[in-house]
């Protein structure tokens, strides 16, 4: 390849590379960073990068070649810690050429074609994080039963859902409604010696937006000011519709006379 090819290759790899971490839940500092230590390692006379939320772009100057700018829009976010663990090991790889740019651009999809728990394995995980945070905020072992079948119903409704290709604030709106209406049919045909709030607390606690709120502190200490409101403008919308969803049903139980 010629000079200018090889810049352009160096460029489009950096992007799609923040792209995926981005994609995979990383936060908008990492992703600038390790885009300009790639791009750095070249000895551009500039680097610029601008990440947000939902934007990946980086430009390029030298002498030698002309400006060039690359940008990448992101629609779809999720949390894969082993991928951006694995991008972070490619990195630094890279940058101590110990792979070559072909070779790094192959280990990267690679990384992007990492396959994630099956929806089982997810749904179990999530079940039994549901029923241990009932046990936290006073359940016994009955609550545990219940918030352990509500989080695993709840989540296979929302990778139902997510397949759709939903909005996702419309999802978790949803699946809460779900939790919700469970919630109801308890007050209304159970004893009323389970504690409903220990079971409505476990099973909504995976649904939280922990990392977009963490991360929107994160880039906002880091003088992130635009991505920092962003994440936590998506967590405020987030919980709002958390609340929504459980509220609404929970309020007709009350109508209804529901032991909630």
């Known amino acids: 390849m010629d000079c200018i090819k090889d810049y352009e290759a160096v460029l489009a790899f950096a992007v799609n590379l923040g792209e995926i971490m981005l994609k995979s839940g990383a936060e908008t500092y990492r992703v600038e960073d390790t885009i300009c230590r790639i791009l750095s390692h070249h000895n551009f006379d500039k680097v610029d990068t601008f990440v947000t939320p939902t934007v990946v772009m980086a430009t390029i100057k030298n002498k030698e070649i002309p400006n060039s700018t690359t940008l990448?829009?992101?629609?779809?976010?999720?949390?894969?810690?082993?991928?951006?663990?694995?991008?972070?090991?490619?990195?630094?790889?890279?940058?101590?050429?110990?792979?070559?740019?072909?070779?790094?651009?192959?280990?990267?999809?690679?990384?992007?074609?990492?396959?994630?728990?099956s929806k089982r394995t997810?749904?179990?995980?999530?079940?039994?994080?549901?029923?241990?945070?009932?046990?936290?905020?006073?359940?016994?072992?009955?609550?545990?039963?219940?918030?352990?079948?509500?989080?695993?119903?709840?989540?296979?409704?929302q990778?139902?859902?997510k397949s759709k290709e939903i909005v996702n604030y419309l999802v978790l709106f949803m699946v809460s409604l779900f939790i919700g209406s469970i919630m109801v049919l308890l007050s209304l045909c159970v004893d009323p010696i389970l504690d409903l709030e220990a079971i409505v607390i476990g099973?909504?606690?995976?649904?939280?937006?922990?990392?977009?709120?963490?991360?929107?502190?994160?880039?906002?200490?880091g003088d992130e000011l635009l991505s920092g409101?962003?994440?936590?403008?998506?967590?405020?919308?987030?919980?709002?519709?958390?609340?929504?969803?459980?509220?609404?049903?929970?309020?007709?139980?009350l109508y209804l006379g529901g032991a909630l």
Do not use: W
Request: glycine residues 6%; charged residues 15%; proline residues 4%.
């Open 72 to 117: 990448t829009r992101i629609k779809n976010r999720s949390t894969r810690m082993d991928k951006i663990e694995l991008i972070n090991q490619l990195s630094r790889n890279y940058v101590e050429e110990k792979l070559s740019l072909e070779e790094a651009v192959a280990t990267l999809k690679e990384i992007d074609h990492t396959p994630a728990y």
């Open 159 to 161: 990778s139902h859902l």
């Open 203 to 221: 099973s909504i606690m995976p649904l939280v937006p922990g990392l977009a709120f963490t991360n929107g502190i994160r880039d906002t200490i």
């Open 122 to 157: 997810i749904a179990l995980a999530t079940a039994f994080s549901s029923a241990f945070f009932s046990l936290m905020f006073n359940g016994g072992p009955f609550e545990f039963i219940f918030a352990f079948f509500i989080g695993f119903g709840a989540c296979m409704v």
């Open 229 to 253: 409101m962003s994440r936590l403008a998506e967590a405020v919308f987030i919980a709002v519709a958390i609340a929504a969803g459980v509220g609404i049903p929970m309020s007709v139980g």
